[in-house]
């Protein structure tokens, strides 16, 4: 079973950058689209941004434009670049398959935006 580490939040403001990883303790590149999720607080889990193994990305509304999926198969890592980041991006953020979400999901990491 895959297990997911995600890391790189952190307590940032408006307007900063940040990158987020999530890296799998096993190859990933035979799943064919991983994406990044997020759950602010008393709200329920979304998805923010997929990523195909050939490298196709599709995002979010609300994050498109600001946000850059993207996988190192060579690391089993997939990662999210976070710019322009605002009070609403504030959440818990996650990595898992997409759409199944199959893989146990790991313990996330922390966004917070504020000024």
């Known amino acids: 079973q895959v297990q997911l580490a995600e890391s790189g939040g952190g307590l940032v403001q408006p307007g900063a950058s940040l990158r987020l990883s999530c890296a799998a303790s096993g190859e990933i590149f035979s799943i064919s689209v991983m994406g990044w999720y997020r759950q602010a607080p008393g709200k329920q889990r979304e998805l923010v941004a997929t990523?195909?193994?050939?490298?196709?990305?599709n995002y979010a509304d609300s994050v498109k434009g600001r946000f850059a999926i993207y996988e190192d198969s060579a690391k089993n890592t997939v990662y999210l670049q976070m710019n322009e980041l605002k009070h609403e991006d504030t959440a818990d953020y996650y990595c898992?398959?997409?759409?199944?979400?199959?893989?146990?999901w790991g313990q996330g990491t922390q966004v917070t935006v504020s000024s």
């Open positions: 990523v195909t193994n050939e490298g196709f990305t």
């Open positions: 898992n398959a997409w759409p199944d979400e199959r893989l146990s």
